[in-house]
């Protein structure tokens, strides 16, 4: 059986991200493919019990050390029960966040080492990289202000001042052009239609 395809989907707060993934797995699964939607941190019941630890509470409540080690454990756990099964079974798997996500959030917003980042992803995610990372690009005033509209904040992230947020796009756009083979950036700006369609073509260009 042939590998199944790894998509993921990065970038700040309120970007739209988790809006264009069931679209794209709707999209997928009308031309025939078995699609396996998750997200991170979770995805596996170990790792959405992590979830809660993690992004729940005071926002200061982890170091960025601590904060790294939760999210590659419940990625490990992800990987393990969840992604890599799926991926040996031939479906595609389309993934709401993912390392990228500990690069620009531990890394660049919360000053864990790059070079600590880099060592748990060798040994964590290895070769289960992503086919296609979709970086959302969004200006961060957009974002949270589409995240505020959702309601309730969802992450202790949300909370986090601005420079924060600043500090993550630029670290995203930076991670998209290190890994041009793997990454796409997607204007997030406009409506959900014109987003969804710089999504597909991003997808039929790169895997179908
Ligand atoms: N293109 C868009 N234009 C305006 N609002 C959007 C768009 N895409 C999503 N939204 C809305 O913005 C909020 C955040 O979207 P969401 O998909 O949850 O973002 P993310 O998962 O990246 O944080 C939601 O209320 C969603 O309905
Ligand atoms: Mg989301």
Not at 9 to 32: N, P
Not at 122 to 139: E, G, N, S, W
């Amino acid at each position: 059986m042939t590998q199944g395809r790894f998509i993921t989907f990065e970038g700040g707060e309120g970007a739209g991200k988790s809006t264009q993934v069931a679209r794209l797995v709707d999209r997928l699964q009308a031309r025939g493919v078995d699609v396996t939607r998750t997200r991170e941190p979770g995805g596996s019941t170990g790792a959405e019990e992590i979830r809660n630890i993690a992004l729940n509470g005071d926002a200061g409540r982890w170091s960025p050390l601590t904060e790294t080690l939760l999210m590659f454990a419940a990625r490990s756990d992800h990987l393990e029960k969840t992604i890599r099964p799926a991926l040996d079974e031939g479906r595609w798997v389309v993934c709401d966040r993912f390392a990228d996500s500990s690069r620009a959030y531990q890394g660049a917003g919360g000053g864990a080492p790059a070079d600590f980042i880099e060592s748990l992803d060798v040994a964590i995610v290895a070769h289960t990289q992503p086919d296609l990372t979709l970086i959302f690009d969004l200006p961060v005033e957009v974002g949270l202000e589409r995240a505020f509209g959702r309601g309730l904040f969802e992450t202790r992230f949300e909370s986090k001042g601005l420079e924060f947020h600043r500090r993550l796009r630029e670290r995203f756009l930076e991670i998209a052009k290190e890994n041009s083979d793997r990454c796409v950036v997607i204007d997030a700006t406009g409506d959900e239609e014109t987003v969804a369609a710089r999504v597909w073509a991003a997808v039929e260009g790169r895997l179908l």
